[in-house]
């Protein structure tokens, strides 16, 4: 339904009955563009291009194409793999370990995006179990076609024959390359989500151990053979390698929090209930968690400003 702001003023051209059906698909490809590459910045860039070539189209070309959403799909998976074969190289070269942009719950999304705009509703992720970190995570150790595959198939349920045009492979294949994935998910050993009340529970906890600075009930509520995981990017302070161990990461964390003036903040991260550091008002890290019963099993902290942006309220 138009809103007032949507009817066209006395005299102007009648709005083109299909740009209506183009922009709609917008949040669709960003959903799936992010989930693909694991970072909202190039979704946005992604999802960017796909329109580029379709506006680039003659008004002849574009009403031949019988489905014009899921020409942008096509087309905005393939830039997807495209990207994420170079990523493979770049993240190579990466100082320490390169984590997935954390989101913030939908009532929190902060007014900044990658280019400086504020944040259009449509950009919005959708937060569900498939966006969690370790999920994300997992994601990352997937060949591209694995990847693209898994998700299209999987999570946005196109049939193989259409997650075939976009890998370019046969369907049989694209079968194949999703199976491959799942397998991979299996044998990650990711234990199954504990229920939000009780992922809640922990991070409540951890959050006010950490505040009090007390090493014994930080290390009670860490697995003892929890692993950290910390993103700078090279740009801030923050460990090039996994920490292991639970007092390991309990003093670890006690180092971070002797900065004056840093507050914890519990906020939902991808989904999930999480931390939020802050200094002077401005976000500095986003903490995800992996929890096991009463025990947090893995611990992801970005660090890096670039992957903030969409947390910073200035």
């Not at 059906?21 to 190039?42: F, M, T, V």
């Not at 990523?87 to 902060?110: F, I, K, N, Q, T």
């Not at 997937?142 to 492979?169: C, K, N, Q, W």
Request: hydrophobic share 40%.
């Amino acid at each position: 339904m138009r809103t007032p702001s949507d009817q066209p003023e006395q005299g102007a051209e009648p709005l083109d009955p299909g740009l209506s059906a183009i922009i709609s698909e917008r949040r669709q490809l960003i959903n799936l563009a992010y989930r693909l590459l694991g970072s909202l910045a190039d979704a946005e860039d992604v999802v960017q291009e796909a329109y580029t070539r379709w506006y680039a189209m003659s008004r002849a070309q574009q009403q031949a194409i019988d489905s014009p959403g899921a020409w942008l799909t096509k087309v905005a998976g393939r830039i997807c793999l495209d990207l994420l074969g170079s990523a493979r190289a770049r993240r190579e070269s990466y100082v320490g370990e390169w984590l997935p942009e954390p989101l913030p719950d939908r009532a929190e999304w902060a007014g900044g995006r990658a280019d400086g705009r504020a944040a259009d509703p449509a950009d919005r992720v959708t937060l569900d179990e498939s966006v969690n970190m370790a999920f994300l995570v997992v994601l990352e150790e997937m060949t591209p076609a694995e990847r693209v595959a898994f998700i299209l198939h999987d999570v946005f349920r196109y049939s193989f024959a259409e997650v075939a045009e976009i890998v370019g492979r046969t369907p049989a294949a694209c079968r194949q390359l999703a199976t491959s994935a799942r397998r991979r998910i299996r044998e990650s050993h990711t234990p199954p989500a504990s229920p939000a009340a009780q992922h809640a529970k922990v991070v409540r906890s951890f959050k006010q151990a950490w505040e009090a600075q007390d090493i014994e009930a930080l290390v009670g509520l860490l697995d003892p053979n929890v692993t950290g995981f910390a993103d700078g990017g090279g740009l801030v302070a923050a460990a090039i390698h996994p920490v292991i161990g639970s007092e390991e990461i309990a003093r670890y964390l006690l180092s971070v929090t002797a900065v004056p003036g840093l507050t914890i903040l519990e906020r939902s991260v991808n989904g999930r209930p999480g931390l939020v550091t802050q200094l002077d008002g401005a976000t500095v890290g986003v903490l995800a968690f992996e929890i096991l019963e009463d025990r947090i099993t893995r611990c992801w902290a970005v660090r890096n400003p670039e992957k903030l942006r969409t947390w910073t309220t200035g």
